[in-house]
């Protein structure tokens, strides 16, 4: 047994590189800034209630020229927002006109949200959204779509303990190695079915642009939820926006030398009929991060381990569409594909997995298949502090631990709200050594263009696959779904 500790991994930004997300920005801007093809005018169409579209403007309108840091003795762990706009290193702007704007009344969410909480009244209120979608759709070329829950809808759906209805924030993150609850969601279902329109949304709870409006609490004390800083929400809320336009405001730095490689995440969800275990595919292309979707085949749970798994036929179908809509991108195909699944690879799938490299000529020897789980080992130092973010356990057996989030050295601190849980990872078949993978899989957590804080617990391979199965659910066999991670984040 022995641990090690990986320093932090550099990103790559527009004129230069840092470890840091914000600070790359701020000081380099965004990976794509000089590229004719990178969005400078992003145009926003804002759909919610008068007072939330007037919230969200006006927050936006006050961000454009900067929101100050947060006052704090680890200033790198909360620096200032720096502003958007012509000449500023975030050079893309947001046009913010009435045409792009569309009021609903607040009479229709205060009657729905007396009502039960059924899939019929989420159904509902979804359709709020999607009649002014389609009309802006009709009248208006938008870029990205904003759905803006108005407070008594906040407070609807916090009714159950696990609802996830806001695109940005710091939550807390389970990998557990199940599969994707049926159960309906607003945000998955407005997301799903706003697809047909062809254009990316981003929900935003009022909250974020008024602190006045937090929820309660789940705790005996009733007191108001904790929120992320100001300038912090401001950050996260950019960067998504820039990406779910067409932008890039990141990138993994690869080395000259270092094989062309296609990372692909395997997750699984279940039918809302709850009647089939399907597959969710994420792959992300390259260093670049270009994430596309996949649906796969019917996975079954495996009487002898419990665990989730697809038929050798499956797992062969699965690979062989990803490197397909690969070649298809690139005119190639990789010269190493790295396959993180969200349970341990069984021999079938093994199996059908090569059996698709030898038909695409890349060779078995530079193919790495890896399970990565939660773990719960769990190592301590000798002080208050948990690990650091990087601390490697290679535990002499076949699984391996890996501190994703934990103490940082950047921020003087460790940032997280919670004892923070390490990942566990098996090198199920593979040509890479655990360090060097693990190394990988530190750096792919890096790749959430949701969150700029950079200590991500998951890489992004099984983050997109899980969130694209919790969007998949709601579309049939031969219902048409956008290809691209943008839509579903």
Same mark, same amino acid.
């Given at each position: 047994?022995?641990?090690?500790?990986?320093?932090?991994?550099?990103?790559?930004?527009? +004129?230069?590189?840092? %470890?840091?997300?914000?600070?790359?920005?701020?000081?380099?801007?965004?990976?794509?800034?000089?590229?004719?093809?990178?969005?400078?005018? %992003?145009?926003?169409?804002?759909?919610?209630?008068?007072?939330?579209?007037?919230?969200?403007?006006?927050?936006?309108?006050?961000?454009?020229? *900067?929101?100050?840091?947060?006052?704090?003795?680890?200033?790198?762990?909360?620096?200032?927002?720096?502003?958007?706009?012509?000449?500023?290193?975030?050079?893309?702007?947001?046009?913010?006109?009435?045409?792009?704007?569309?009021?609903?009344?607040?009479?229709?969410?205060? $009657?729905?949200?007396?009502?039960?909480?059924?899939?019929?009244?989420?159904?509902?209120?979804?359709?709020?959204?999607?009649?002014?979608?389609?009309?802006?759709?009709?009248?208006?070329?938008?870029?990205?779509?904003?759905?803006?829950?108005?407070?008594?809808?906040?407070?609807?759906? $916090?009714?159950?303990?696990?609802?996830?209805?806001?695109?940005?924030?710091?939550?807390?993150?389970?990998? $557990?190695?199940?599969?994707?609850?049926?159960?309906?969601?607003?945000?998955?279902?407005?997301?799903?079915?706003?697809?047909?329109?062809?254009?990316?949304?981003?929900?935003?709870?009022?909250?974020?642009?008024?602190?006045?409006?937090?929820?309660?609490?789940?705790?005996?004390?009733?007191?108001?939820?904790?929120?992320?800083?100001?300038?912090?929400?401001?950050?996260?809320?950019? +960067?998504?926006?820039?990406?779910?336009?067409?932008?890039?405001?990141?990138?993994?730095?690869?080395?000259?030398?270092?094989?062309? =490689?296609?990372?692909?995440?395997?997750?699984?969800?279940?039918?809302?009929?709850?009647?089939?275990?399907? +597959?969710?595919?994420?792959? &992300?292309?390259?260093?670049?991060?270009?994430?596309?979707?996949?649906?796969? *085949?019917?996975?079954?749970?495996?009487?002898?381990?419990?665990?989730?798994?697809?038929? =050798?036929?499956?797992?062969?179908?699965?690979?062989?569409?990803?490197?397909?809509?690969?070649?298809?991108?690139?005119?190639?195909?990789?010269?190493?594909?790295?396959?993180?699944?969200?349970?341990?690879?069984?021999?079938?799938?093994?199996?059908?997995?090569?059996?698709?490299?030898?038909?695409?000529?890349?060779?078995?020897?530079?193919?790495?298949?890896?399970?990565?789980?939660?773990?719960?080992?769990?190592?301590?130092?000798?002080?208050?502090?948990?690990?650091?973010?990087?601390?490697?356990?290679?535990? *002499?057996?076949?699984?391996? &631990?890996?501190? +994703?989030?934990?103490?940082?050295?950047?921020?003087?601190?460790?940032?997280?709200?919670?004892?923070?849980?390490?990942?566990?990872?098996?090198?199920?078949?593979?040509?890479?050594?655990?360090?060097?993978?693990?190394?990988?899989?530190?750096?792919?957590?890096?790749?959430?263009?949701?969150?700029?804080?950079?200590?991500?617990?998951?890489?992004?391979?099984?983050?997109?696959?899980?969130?694209?199965?919790?969007?998949?659910?709601?579309? *049939?066999?031969?219902?048409?779904?956008?290809?691209?991670?943008?839509?579903?984040?």
């Amino acid at each position: 047994m022995k641990t090690e500790f990986f320093h932090e991994p550099e990103l790559e930004f527009g +004129t230069g590189r840092h %470890i840091d997300i914000k600070f790359g920005l701020m000081n380099y801007g965004p990976f794509d800034f000089d590229n004719h093809l990178a969005p400078k005018k %992003i145009k926003l169409g804002i759909i919610g209630t008068p007072e939330t579209i007037e919230g969200i403007v006006t927050w936006l309108e006050k961000s454009r020229t *900067g929101i100050p840091a947060k006052p704090s003795k680890r200033p790198n762990l909360f620096p200032r927002f720096p502003g958007f706009g012509e000449e500023m290193p975030l050079c893309a702007d947001f046009v913010l006109d009435s045409q792009l704007q569309r009021a609903i009344s607040p009479n229709y969410f205060d $009657e729905l949200c007396q009502r039960p909480k059924t899939g019929e009244v989420i159904q509902k209120i979804a359709q709020l959204y999607l009649d002014e979608i389609e009309y802006l759709t009709e009248k208006t070329t938008v870029d990205v779509f904003v759905c803006a829950f108005p407070f008594v809808l906040a407070q609807f759906l $916090e009714q159950d303990e696990d609802e996830v209805d806001d695109d940005i924030g710091d939550y807390h993150e389970t990998l $557990e190695p199940v599969a994707t609850s049926p159960k309906f969601i607003l945000h998955d279902l407005l997301k799903a079915q706003a697809m047909r329109f062809r254009k990316p949304t981003q929900i935003i709870r009022p909250s974020t642009y008024d602190e006045s409006k937090r929820l309660k609490s789940k705790t005996k004390s009733g007191n108001k939820r904790s929120l992320q800083d100001e300038a912090t929400r401001v950050w996260n809320l950019y +960067t998504a926006l820039y990406y779910k336009a067409g932008g890039t405001p990141w990138r993994l730095i690869r080395n000259a030398s270092e094989l062309s =490689a296609c990372y692909i995440g395997v997750s699984f969800y279940k039918t809302l009929d709850e009647a089939s275990l399907l +597959t969710s595919t994420a792959q &992300v292309f390259n260093e670049r991060g270009e994430g596309v979707v996949l649906r796969g *085949g019917t996975a079954q749970i495996s009487k002898n381990d419990k665990q989730i798994h697809l038929s =050798a036929e499956n797992a062969y179908n699965l690979l062989k569409n990803a490197l397909q809509i690969y070649q298809k991108e690139h005119r190639n195909f990789p010269a190493r594909v790295v396959i993180h699944k969200s349970s341990k690879h069984s021999i079938d799938e093994i199996t059908g997995f090569e059996e698709a490299l030898r038909g695409s000529s890349i060779e078995p020897e530079l193919t790495d298949f890896v399970s990565v789980t939660g773990s719960d080992t769990k190592l301590f130092r000798g002080n208050r502090y948990p690990p650091l973010r990087g601390t490697f356990w290679d535990t *002499g057996g076949e699984s391996f &631990v890996l501190y +994703t989030r934990g103490s940082v050295d950047f921020f003087s601190t460790y940032p997280g709200l919670y004892v923070p849980m390490p990942l566990g990872f098996r090198c199920d078949r593979v040509a890479q050594t655990p360090t060097s993978l693990a190394q990988e899989i530190l750096a792919l957590t890096k790749m959430n263009w949701n969150n700029t804080q950079f200590d991500g617990g998951q890489p992004i391979t099984i983050r997109c696959a899980r969130q694209v199965g919790q969007i998949l659910k709601y579309f *049939g066999p031969n219902d048409h779904y956008e290809p691209y991670y943008r839509f579903y984040m």
